[in-house]
């Protein structure tokens, strides 16, 4: 019998094989007859291993094909075979493909469980690098960070070890420098005056030796002290005061005042063992600190209030002191000669009236005064050595006191510099006065007027001694000296600072004599005033009545300067203001105020605004003409004030057109000189612009 049939494997193993409709035709087997039927025998299809093949063949013998594949996974199947007697072979299969689909729908469900579930391990997995990586990460910045943390703090600890070791230092423009230049000039002036002395005058040393000891040694400590004081003064580097030890010591150190300073303490009073007592000249080394001297007297002159004489003062000092050195060396010279051996030396000693000490030192410095200053006779020479010694004398004199005369008329030509300004001043006046013929009396008030500028210090002009400040220490100054009285005057009360300053520089001060007039009904208002010192009365027409007293700090014709539109008084003076006695006055001039104000559009709008208050206050103020447009003058002003900016340009292009054309000419006058050159160089080096011909090889 041969069976065949198709199916479709199924996924599930537990399953029961479907069973399929199929009609056999049974095959005759030997022996029988050709007509013999059989009984149609059911079959049932078992599946092994859970899964039906797709086809199976019977062989020879109808038993049915062992293997068969499924349709998914390509596995074998057993397919067996089982007859049901009695019945007719029908092999009942029922339709496969609904389940086929769910089954494949399962798969790919469980294809898409397993990939999630894949994917969400691969997730974790990859969450857990990432975390390890940043707990890793996060390790290595804290201990980054830590270890940063540590650099830096061993840098500020080192850095901390290794800073500049800051110490008190004394400023030198302070009192404590120039109080310890005073201590220090006293043991300097005393070495330059009586180690000399001393040397020369064996009284004076043998007398008072142990007083000498004593005051020596004294100075040598305040010398000593000078040298540590000197590493503790600090000095300016890119204008702040130097505090670091090492800086100050090394910097002095490298001064040539500490060389001088160390040559002046080295101890030559061991020599008094070798020489004995009575050579104090061991100790000029001390005059090294000379220079100490001279800077207190500069400062000196820098502090006080009366340099002319401290000049004077300091030039007499040093005549003395020259003319003292001169007359010990006399009588030094004079010993070593032989007292009374002619009659330029000194007399002879033995002589009661001329062995006594202050006689010695008398008559010596009569000699140097006569010699130096070349004003009286003194004994002529005798021997050469005198003649020598007189005529070193005499080129010292000449020298040291033609620079100290010259010096001194200086000082004393400066010291009536002013006086002298001032008496040309006068007399340039008086001279113009007769010269038209001014009436005595206005004469004499002009006079007055000079007098009493001279009396009371009110001759210098502020501007001129003020020029050579900088600005911001000339404002300071103004500001210091003017700025209270400004802010006295109602519209300036609640300014900004900044406009204050500008009009504190423009204040010019101004003083009037008795029966002056500031200004009358009428006059154009041009300037404000401010009543710095004196007295002023408002006068009726007559000048006599006196209607108010204004004195210091009052103000007035701060209305007029702003000009504001609407007023009733316009620009014009609406009354007659008269000096009294001297007065000094502030004045602010319109020009300056608006020049001031261009800067401040601010400022400029509250004054006007303060301005028109105080109008309508006072009833000054006309609204309907207030309320008006610009004004055609202020028009007209400011088309004066560009025409003149415009002018100012043109001036300029002018100039620069004419710089430009002079520089064109001169570099025609070059190009012109190169091209006459140019072919001369051809001609000696055969090159034609300066260019080597080419060779034969560059041309191929």
């Known amino acids: 019998m041969s069976l065949g049939y198709w199916g479709n494997g199924l996924t599930s193993g537990n399953q029961v094989p479907p069973v399929m409709s199929l009609r056999v035709t049974p095959v005759k087997p030997a022996g029988h007859a050709p007509s013999q039927t059989f009984p149609a025998p059911l079959f049932q299809l078992h599946k092994k291993d859970g899964e039906m093949g797709e086809r199976g063949e019977t062989g020879e013998t109808g038993e049915t094909g062992e293997t068969g594949e499924t349709a998914e996974t390509g596995e074998t199947a057993e397919n067996r075979c089982t007859r049901i007697p009695g019945k007719e072979v029908h092999l009942n299969f029922n339709n496969n493909n609904n389940n086929n689909e769910e089954e494949e729908e399962q798969k790919k469900k469980k294809k898409i469980e397993k990939k999630e579930r894949k994917e969400q391990k691969q997730k974790e997995k990859q969450e857990r690098r990432e975390r390890k990586e940043q707990r890793k990460k996060d390790k ?127 101890p030559t009073d061991i020599l008094y063992f070798y020489f004995g007592l009575n050579y104090p000249e061991i100790r000029l080394n001390k005059l090294l600190r000379f220079n100490r001297m001279l800077e207190f007297f500069q400062r000196t002159e820098t502090r006080t209030n009366f340099p002319n004489v401290l000049r004077i003062s300091n030039l007499v000092m040093y005549i003395v002191i020259i003319i003292h050195w001169n007359a010990c060396l006399y009588y030094s010279f004079s010993k070593a000669v032989g007292f009374g051996a002619d009659k330029f030396v000194y007399p002879d000693i033995t002589d009661p009236e001329f062995g006594r000490l202050v006689r010695k030192y008398a008559y010596s410095m009569y000699w140097s005064t006569l010699t130096l200053t070349t004003i009286g006779e003194t004994p002529p020479p005798v021997k050469n050595s005198e003649y020598f010694f007189v005529v070193a004398d005499f080129l010292v004199g000449v020298l040291i006191f033609a620079t100290i005369v010259g010096n001194v008329g200086s000082m004393i030509t400066n010291m009536n510099a002013a006086r002298a300004d001032f008496q040309a001043r006068i007399d340039a006046i008086k001279q113009y006065m007769t010269f038209r013929k001014v009436t005595k009396d206005l004469e004499k008030r002009v006079i007055k007027w000079f007098d009493y500028l001279w009396t009371n210090k009110k001759a210098v002009d502020e501007r001129e001694v003020l020029k050579f400040l900088p600005d911001k220490l000339r404002a300071e100054v103004a500001i210091n000296v003017h700025l209270d009285t400004l802010k006295k005057v109602r519209i300036f009360a609640d300014c900004e600072a900044g406009l204050l300053v500008e009009l504190v520089l423009k204040l010019q001060p101004q003083v009037y004599s008795p029966g002056d007039y500031i200004c009358k009904k009428g006059d154009i208002g041009r300037e404000m005033y401010i009543i710095k010192e004196g007295k002023l009365a408002v006068v009726a027409d007559d000048g006599i009545k006196q209607f108010v007293v204004l004195s210091d700090g009052s103000y007035f014709g701060e209305i007029s300067i702003l000009a504001i539109k609407g007023s009733r008084a316009g620009n014009r003076r609406t009354a007659n203001i008269r000096s009294i006695g001297y007065s000094d006055l502030f004045c602010l001039s319109k020009d300056d105020l608006m020049e001031a104000l261009t800067e401040y ?100």
Not at 166 to 173: A, F, K, L, Y
Not at 205 to 220: A, C, H, M, N
Not at 651 to 667: D, G, I
Request: with cysteine; glycine share 4%; charged share 35%.
């Open 140 to 266: 290595e910045e804290k201990e980054k960070k830590e270890k940063e943390e540590k650099e830096k703090k061993e840098k500020e600890e080192k850095a901390k070890a290794e800073a500049p070791k800051e110490i008190t230092v004394i400023d030198p423009s302070g009192n404590t420098y120039y109080n310890w230049l005073f201590v220090i000039t006293m043991p300097v002036m005393y070495n330059c005056t009586l180690i000399i002395a001393r040397a020369c005058f064996e009284e004076l040393q043998s007398d008072y030796l142990v007083y000498w000891f004593i005051i020596d040694y004294v100075s040598d400590l305040v010398y000593l002290a000078d040298m540590v004081f000197r590493t503790r003064t600090g000095y300016l580097e890119q204008g702040l005061l130097v505090k670091d030890e090492k800086k100050l010591r090394d910097c002095y150190k490298k001064s040539l005042q500490f060389k001088l300073d160390l040559a002046s303490m080295i």
């Open 601 to 700: 559009p601010d400022a400029k709008a509250m004054l006007e605004e303060k301005g028109r208050q105080i109008l309508m206050k006072d009833g000054l103020l006309d609204l309907e003409v207030a309320a008006q447009g610009p004004d055609p003058k202020d028009m007209e002003e400011k088309v004066e004030k560009m025409t003149e900016t415009l002018d100012l340009l043109q001036t300029r292009y002018a100039r620069l057109l004419a710089e430009h054309e002079a520089a064109q000419s001169r570099l025609k006058r070059r190009v012109t000189k190169l091209e006459k050159v140019i072919p001369q160089v051809e001609e000696v080096t055969g090159t034609e612009g300066g260019v080597p011909p080419a060779t034969s090889k560059e041309t191929q």
